[in-house]
């Protein structure tokens, strides 16, 4: 049974930083793409950031880019989430995923991880 497990979500101030991390089982990371969404109160889901299977290649949203960094340890089948110069906006369920195919919708998610941003 494939399972995807985030944390490290919580409550930070305008400016500051959080890691979060996505724990995987049930299957091979280093077989999927990985990637981060997020949902607003009242929004739609949203892409953040998505990750090769190697980690070598990284793609994010405009409006995180230079901010957000994801990475992946494919021994420990764990993908992170590093979020620095945190906004008010940046308020979301963070959503870990994972897809067998390099397009086309995730096979799988976690169940989120809250950030909370206060200004």
């Known amino acids: 049974q494939v399972q995807l497990v985030e944390s490290g979500g919580g409550l930070v101030q305008a400016g500051g930083s959080l890691r979060l991390s996505c724990a995987a089982s049930g299957l091979t990371l280093s077989s999927y793409v990985m990637g981060w969404s997020r949902q607003a109160p009242g929004k739609e889901r949203e892409f953040v950031a998505r990750?090769?299977?190697?980690?070598?290649?990284?793609y994010y949203a405009d409006s995180v880019k230079g901010r957000f960094t994801v990475s992946r340890d494919n021994a420990k089948n764990t993908v992170y989430l590093q979020m620095n110069s945190l906004k008010p906006e940046d308020t979301a369920s963070y959503y870990c995923a994972g897809s067998r195919y390099d397009v086309g919708e995730y096979n799988y998610w976690g169940q989120g991880t809250q950030v909370t941003v206060s200004s």
């Open positions: 990750i090769t299977r190697s980690g070598g290649r990284s």
